[in-house]
Each structure stands twice: as C-alpha cells, then as structure tokens.
C-alpha cells in the first residue's frame, strides 16, 4: 500500500508533513487533527481521508471554501501532486515512490534545452562587419 502523506507548503503549515494513515479532520476547532487560526476556516472544515480501495478522498463539510487545484469542490478523489487549499493554507499531497503527476509533468522534469544558436549569430554578424569595416569594404562618411 502507497502511504500518502499531506506536505505544507504556503502559511502556518509551511514545511508540516501530516501522514494520511486514516481520517485528517481540518478547521479552526480545538479538536479537528490540523488546526487552522483563520477567519475563513469554519470549526470544522474539511476532511481527508483514504478509502478502502487506497484512493485519497476530501469532503468538504459545507461551507464551500476548499479549493482543489484552484477549484472549489464538495468531495473529490485526490491524486499525488495534488494542491489542496484551506483558508490562508495550502498543502502537496505526496505519494512516496510515485512523481507527482500535476507538478512534474514530462515537459518540467526534462532538463532545459539551451539554444546557442542567437549568440553564434550576433557573434557572427559582428565579426563580419568588424571584417569588413577593417578590410575598408564599409563606406567610411558621405
């Protein structure tokens, strides 16, 4: 079995690792498993957990506030490399061994390509006019 794990990555949960062994309560509520201290955090908030078949599933519990990838979402399955946002905080769901398929996409891990080619050409065409200028081959005036 694949352990999710919820990793902080934006506000007072920024570096907090929280793993997903069985239920995460979130809100603002002294008794939910991750505490929030936000305005926009209901007491209780919000809900991650996974299902028997191993999925990564989130509720929200009503108030409408949590984003998914940007988007507002009432229950969702969640995947490795998924954003989930609550109030002022965000977090990465990891799964260990697996590559986060949203943020590293084959066209982001692939190291980048240089391109020499517009150096070589200004390099070119400035020794061309410097040739040419020294050889007198360039009017020199009116």
């Known amino acids: 079995m694949t352990r999710y794990r919820l990793?902080?990555?934006?506000?007072a949960v920024l570096n907090r690792?929280?793993?997903?062994d069985g239920r995460l309560l979130f809100g603002r509520s002294e008794d939910?498993?991750?505490?929030?201290?936000?305005?926009?955090?209901?007491?209780?908030?919000?809900?991650?957990?996974?299902?028997p078949e191993h999925r990564v599933r989130l509720r929200?519990?009503?108030?409408?506030?949590?984003?998914?990838?940007?988007?507002?979402?009432s229950e969702?399955?969640?995947?490795?490399?998924d954003e989930v946002r609550i109030g002022s905080c965000r977090?990465?769901?990891q799964a260990p061994g697996l590559?986060?398929?949203?943020?590293?996409?084959?066209?982001?891990?692939?190291?980048?390509r240089?391109?020499?080619?517009?150096?070589?050409?200004?390099?070119?065409?400035g020794l061309a006019a410097a040739l040419a200028w020294f050889n007198g081959w360039l009017p020199v005036g009116p």
Do not use: F, M
């Open 99 to 112: 590559r986060p398929q949203r943020i590293l996409t084959d066209t982001a891990a692939r190291p980048a």
């Open 91 to 93: 977090w990465l769901l």
């Open 32 to 51: 939910c498993d991750v505490r929030i201290d936000d305005s926009e955090v209901a007491p209780h908030h919000a809900e991650i957990w996974v299902d």
């Open 17 to 20: 690792v929280y793993p997903l």
């Open 76 to 81: 969702c399955e969640l995947a490795s490399g």
């Open 60 to 73: 929200d519990l009503g108030h409408g506030a949590s984003l998914v990838n940007g988007r507002p979402v």
């Open 114 to 125: 240089r391109h020499y080619w517009p150096w070589l050409l200004l390099v070119a065409l």
């Open 7 to 11: 990793k902080g990555t934006s506000g």
